[in-house]
């Protein structure tokens, strides 16, 4: 029995708009040297627009928080943590959303501090309230924190935790972007060392 949301994904909007003003950016430079034709700076220099344009996917558009009746995944930009809800011993929602586990503290990069995108999402939600199977939700720390922390009680309250079953938290690297960074880091590389 779920006590808070269904299924709910969140995710701050302010570093999603950076993330893509970013990828536009490089975008243009792209462009601009194949349209001004030069070809040599464009080898050696796509790979490095590349790595930015992709590191701005990983970094501020990936990360997020789901919410479900089983367990909270926090999805950083290198990692990925699976924690079931009995596991969480305590939340520190006074900077940054820190989860203390039974295996050790994790920070969600999904919760920042407030700023004026994370309100622009809560106005806009106020003002198109849909009601949609798979919740999806975009705001900023005081919402992401105030759900997580919402959800964690009334379970905690409820006397529904019990013990945890399993790992209770499992962690695995993101291999895609991980892997991908990987190779472009390698590529700006070579292509810097090009005579």
Not at 24 to 34: D, G, H, P, Q
Not at 56 to 73: C, H, K, S, T
Not at 75 to 100: F, G, K, M, Y
Not at 122 to 139: F, I, N, P, T
Request: proline share 6%; net charge positive; hydrophobic share 50%.
């Amino acid at each position: 029995m779920a006590i808070g949301p269904q299924e709910t994904v969140l995710y701050p909007v302010g570093s999603r708009v950076l993330a893509g003003l970013v990828v536009a950016i490089c975008a243009v430079v792209e462009v601009s040297l194949v349209v001004y034709g030069h070809g040599d700076v464009l080898l050696r220099g796509t790979p490095a627009v590349l790595l930015v344009a992709v590191a701005a996917v990983v970094v501020f558009w990936m990360p997020r928080l789901e919410l479900d009746p089983a367990e909270l995944r926090v999805v950083n930009p290198l990692r990925t943590h699976d924690v079931s809800w009995a596991a969480i011993r305590d939340i520190d929602s006074r900077w940054s959303l820190t989860l203390d586990t039974e295996r050790g503290r994790i920070t969600a990069w999904a919760a920042p501090s407030p700023g004026p995108f994370s309100q622009l999402g809560r106005a806009r939600r106020s003002l198109l309230s849909l009601s949609l199977s798979r919740r999806r939700e975009e705001g900023g720390a005081e919402q992401s924190r105030s759900l997580v922390v919402r959800q964690w009680s009334s379970y905690r309250d409820r006397g529904l935790l019990g013990a945890v079953e399993g790992p209770g938290v499992r962690t695995r690297w993101n291999i895609v972007p991980v892997s991908a960074l990987a190779v472009l880091v390698l590529a700006t590389v070579l292509g810097a060392a090009w005579p």
